[in-house]
C-alpha cells in the first residue's frame, strides 16, 4: 500500500524532485562486459500478462500510457521495445548509474520498490506491444544512420540500431517512433557526459562529435509524423 500511495504522489506531480547532482557519485558501479553479460545470463523470464499488471498496479501507466506509448514528445517510447533494453534500464535507475537529470530521478526512486522479476515481467509486457509507426520510418535515412562518418569515428546508427530503427542485439534500443524531444535530450546527455549508464561508453563516443543541427536531424528520422495526443498527465515535468 506504501509503494502505492507513493507512486500516485509521484504521478500527480505532488512531490518534489530532488536535483540529480544532489546524487553521491562514488558508489554507483558502471557495467564491465563480464557484468553485463552475468545480468542477462541470470535475468528472469519475463511474463507479459503479469507484466500488464504491474504495469497498472505500479502506475507505470499513469506516466506511459495504457500500453507504454509515450503520452508527452519529452518522455520515451516503451511500446515495442526490446526486453533487454528495458530490464537494463530498470537496474541502472535502480542503481543510479541512471541518473543524468531530474526526469531520471523520478524513475530511480520508483525504480528502488521494483526486484528483478517485476522488471523482466514489465520489460515483457512492453516487448509484446507494436513498436509506433508500423507503416516504418516516412523518411529517406540520413548518411549518419547509413554510413555513420568515419573521419570522426561515426559508426552508423542503423549498424546498430536496425535499418528501420527497429533494434540490433541485447540492449540495444528499438529507436523507432522515439519522441524527438526526448531524443535530443537523451542525445545532448550522452553527448554531454552527464548519461553515462551505456555498457561499452560506445553511445557517449558516438554522440560526442555530434551538432546540435545533427541531433535534431536524426531526431526527426526516427520520430512518427503522427504526434502523440494524449493529454499531458503531469504537466509540470513533461516539459
Ligand atoms: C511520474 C511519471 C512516471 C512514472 C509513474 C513512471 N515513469 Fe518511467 N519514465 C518517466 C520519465 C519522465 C522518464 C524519462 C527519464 C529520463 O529521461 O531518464 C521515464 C523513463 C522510463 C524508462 C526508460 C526508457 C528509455 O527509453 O530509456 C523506462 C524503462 C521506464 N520509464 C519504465 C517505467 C516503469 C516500468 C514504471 C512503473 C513501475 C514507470 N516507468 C513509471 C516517468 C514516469
Ligand atoms: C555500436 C552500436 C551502436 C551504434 C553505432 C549506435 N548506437 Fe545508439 N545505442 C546503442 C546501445 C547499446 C544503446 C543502449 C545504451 C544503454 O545501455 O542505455 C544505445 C542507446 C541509444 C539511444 C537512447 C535510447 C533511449 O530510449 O533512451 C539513442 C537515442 C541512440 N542510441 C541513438 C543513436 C544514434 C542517433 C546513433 C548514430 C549516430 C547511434 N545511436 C549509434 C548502440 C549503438
Redesign the pocket.
Given at each position: 500500500m506504501k509503494k502505492i500511495t507513493f507512486a500516485v504522489c509521484l504521478a500527480l506531480g505532488g512531490i518534489s524532485i530532488a536535483n540529480a547532482a544532489d546524487h553521491a557519485t562514488k558508489d554507483i558501479v558502471q557495467w564491465t562486459p563480464n557484468t553485463w553479460n552475468e545480468a542477462q545470463q541470470t535475468m528472469p523470464k519475463g511474463d507479459a500478462s503479469v507484466g500488464e499488471k504491474l504495469h497498472n498496479s505500479l502506475f507505470c501507466a499513469s506516466c506511459h500510457g495504457a500500453k507504454g506509448e509515450a503520452m508527452t514528445n519529452n518522455w520515451?517510447?516503451l511500446a515495442g521495445?526490446r526486453a533487454t533494453?528495458t530490464y537494463?534500464?530498470l537496474l541502472?535507475y535502480q542503481s543510479n548509474l541512471?541518473h543524468e537529470d531530474e526526469r531520471a530521478h523520478i524513475m530511480g526512486v520508483i525504480a528502488q520498490t521494483m526486484d528483478k522479476q517485476q522488471m523482466a515481467d514489465l520489460a515483457a509486457f512492453y516487448a509484446a506491444q507494436p513498436l509506433p509507426c508500423p507503416q516504418g520510418l516516412a523518411k529517406p535515412a540520413p548518411a549518419?544512420?547509413r554510413v555513420?562518418d568515419p573521419k570522426r569515428l561515426?559508426?552508423?546508427?542503423a549498424?546498430?540500431?536496425g535499418a528501420n530503427g527497429q533494434g540490433?542485439i541485447?540492449?540495444?534500443?528499438s529507436?523507432r517512433g522515439?519522441p524527438k524531444e526526448?531524443?535530443i535530450r537523451?542525445?545532448e546527455l550522452?553527448r554531454d557526459g552527464h548519461?553515462h549508464?551505456?555498457?561499452?561508453r560506445?553511445?557517449s563516443q558516438?554522440?560526442q562529435p555530434?551538432t546540435d543541427a545533427?541531433?535534431e536531424m536524426?531526431a526527426d528520422y526516427?520520430a512518427c509524423d503522427a504526434k502523440p495526443t494524449a493529454a499531458q498527465p503531469t504537466a509540470a515535468l513533461s516539459k
Open positions: 520515451p517510447s521495445q533494453y537494463k534500464q541502472d541512471r549518419l544512420v555513420g561515426i559508426t552508423p546508427c549498424a546498430c540500431h540490433g541485447n540492449e540495444t534500443t529507436l522515439m526526448y531524443f537523451t542525445m550522452f548519461r549508464n551505456d555498457t561499452a560506445g553511445m558516438f554522440a555530434l545533427e541531433i536524426l526516427y
